[in-house]
């Protein structure tokens, strides 16, 4: 067969050579263990949580080795595709502080020297390598109907074959002629171009996966298909020409592909390419809360699922980072110990560090991660990005937040910016509930005591503090008024004292502080009660005082 005339015939308009590609992509100029990494999702309009794992690995490597980190738009299947899926795959990582150094920056844009970095403009580079293969006898049309397909995994099931597939003596189109060719693409046969296998049940395929070692597997046998019948490519080969042109060294892709690795292997050695080293990451995996189960997300039961459940619950990209981090390498405790303030971006990662089983995702730790960072946050940096997130999702506290800003930032700062800051945020949808006492508009007073303290003695305490209390106080002078406030009323400002001989006495200064706090903002538990009076005011304090004196009595 003359396969260049084959060439030819199913190629007429690729005119340019993989060497002409060659020089367009020139291999990069990095320095010695530079690694070139790339995220590569689907446009499906939606960024999965295990798709911000993947993308935090990519980006990562590469910065921790001086290499470059890439994203590139994989929308060869049709089928997946929704309009401007790409957008929202973006966002999510803008959202989440993840930039790449180079590929696909947003609707129809895109930056880097190896571009288009979305594959449904690379179809000439996919055909131009195709049509390589072919004039190397390495690739071949195949006619084929689905039905025939169908007919022959049927009789491979009867015949009771170890291995389905387009190969060997299943391959019918393997050895058509030319002549048999040129009449069936005459009379308008669809066809897809499949690669021919020289591979052997009997040998194996070895690679090594830099997270889970060496791993062994059967050579491939089967003839795949390279390009479809519309000319697309398919995964398989797409990643082989991408991945080799975009001079990636290192992909790192989910553990799915695992089994694709053997026809990988046989397709980088057709092409005359150097084999990339992989890295195949394991599946993000949660607790099922009905069953108590291990498994993976579902986009349909896991709101979870999609980063962009965070982004609206308003988890500071920072916690969400953080936790990631945690499950990926678990060195990464001890350098955030080490180093509390860096930037996590600067974090030391190491592919080798990640655990090759399934890594656990668990709201609850990324809820206690996430009240961490933000206990280190200035009350600044948490009044712009509250307003950022109530902006969009919440307009009444955003218009509760910036009535007075000066205000809003003092009532965050409490109990923040000290060595001990307190622990009590996690995300910004909970604060509005969480500072509502501070807000006339939304705060719905409930007054009731503990068991341990009748009405009759709050209404005593209160009647005695109104007559004393002074917002502009500083925090002794207002600590000492309680605690005097404590004897004459049958309390004792001595904790030690109130254990000692708890029937002496109808409580102790804490409980005396817990009947002011209720009164004040309907909570047993809150931040510092002295800067909390000193921030609402005598006249808010004095009304509020005066109107639980009423309920109670
Ligand atoms: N587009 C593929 C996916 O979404 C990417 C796999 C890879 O990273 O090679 O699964």
Wanted: aromatic share 12%; net charge negative.
């Amino acid at each position: 067969m003359d396969y260049e005339k084959l060439a030819e015939l199913l190629f007429p308009h690729i005119t340019k050579t993989v060497e002409d590609y060659e020089a367009l992509y020139p291999a990069r100029n990095l320095k010695e263990g530079a690694r070139v990494t790339r995220f590569a999702p689907s446009p499906t309009g939606y960024l999965h949580i295990g798709g911000l794992f993947g993308a935090l690995v990519d980006v990562l490597t590469a910065k921790a080795t001086g290499g470059i980190s890439y994203l590139r738009i994989e929308d060869t299947d049709k089928k997946r595709e929704i309009e401007d899926g790409v957008s929202a795959v973006i966002n999510g990582f803008k959202a989440f502080g993840i930039e790449f150094d180079e590929g696909v920056t947003g609707f129809g844009t895109e930056k880097g020297a190896y571009a288009p970095y979305t594959q449904s403009q690379r179809v000439e580079v996919y055909q131009t390598v195709a049509k390589e293969l072919v004039k190397k006898g390495l690739a071949y049309p195949c006619f084929c109907t689905a039905e025939e397909l169908s007919a022959l995994r049927e009789q491979q099931e009867k015949e009771g074959a170890l291995i389905w597939g387009y190969f060997g003596k299943w391959a019918k189109c393997r050895d058509l002629s030319f002549e048999q060719i040129e009449e069936n693409i005459k009379a308008g046969k669809p066809y897809v171009l499949r690669f021919r296998s020289d591979g052997s049940e009997d040998r194996r395929v070895y690679f090594d996966d830099i997270i889970r070692g060496k791993i062994e597997m059967p050579e491939n046998i089967i003839d795949e298909v390279l390009l479809k019948s519309d000319g697309i490519p398919t995964y398989h080969f797409a990643h082989v020409c991408d991945d080799h042109f975009m001079r990636t060294t290192h992909v790192i892709r989910g553990e799915e592909w695992i089994s694709s690795v053997p026809k990988h292997i046989a397709l980088f050695k057709a092409c005359g390419f150097k084999l990339p080293k992989y890295a195949h990451t394991p599946q993000l995996m949660k607790i099922d809360e009905v069953e108590g189960t291990k498994r993976k997300f579902s986009k349909r039961k896991d709101p979870e699922a999609a980063v962009s459940y965070f982004v609206d619950q308003g988890i500071p990209k920072e916690s969400l980072i953080e936790y990631i981090l945690t499950l990926l390498n678990s060195n990464f405790e001890d350098w955030r110990r080490a180093n509390p303030t860096a930037d996590a971006f600067s974090f030391p990662f190491n592919l080798k560090k990640m655990s090759p089983s399934g890594c656990l995702f668990d709201l609850v730790k990324l809820t206690d991660i996430s009240k961490n960072v933000i206990s280190k946050m200035s009350a600044k940096r948490i009044f712009d990005d509250l307003k950022a997130w109530a902006k969009v999702y919440d307009e009444e506290f955003y218009n509760l937040l910036t009535k007075d800003e000066e205000f809003s930032v003092n009532m965050l700062n409490i109990d923040r910016e000290v060595p001990k800051p307190r622990k009590d945020i996690a995300k910004w949808n909970e604060v509005k509930d969480y500072f509502s006492y501070f807000f006339n508009e939304i705060y719905v007073p409930d007054l009731t005591l503990p068991e341990n303290i009748s009405k009759e003695d709050a209404a005593a305490i209160l009647k005695e503090y109104i007559k004393v209390v002074d917002a502009a106080d500083d925090k002794d002078t207002w600590f000492g008024k309680i605690k005097a406030l404590c004897e004459p009323l049958g309390f004792t400002p001595n904790v030690k004292e109130y254990k000692k001989n708890p029937d002496a006495f109808k409580g102790h200064v804490g409980d005396v502080s817990t009947v002011i706090r209720i009164a004040l903002t309907s909570r047993k538990n809150t931040p510092d009660l002295h800067s909390i009076i000193a921030l609402l005011g005598d006249e808010e304090v004095k009304a509020r005082l005066e109107k639980a004196v009423k309920e109670y009595e």
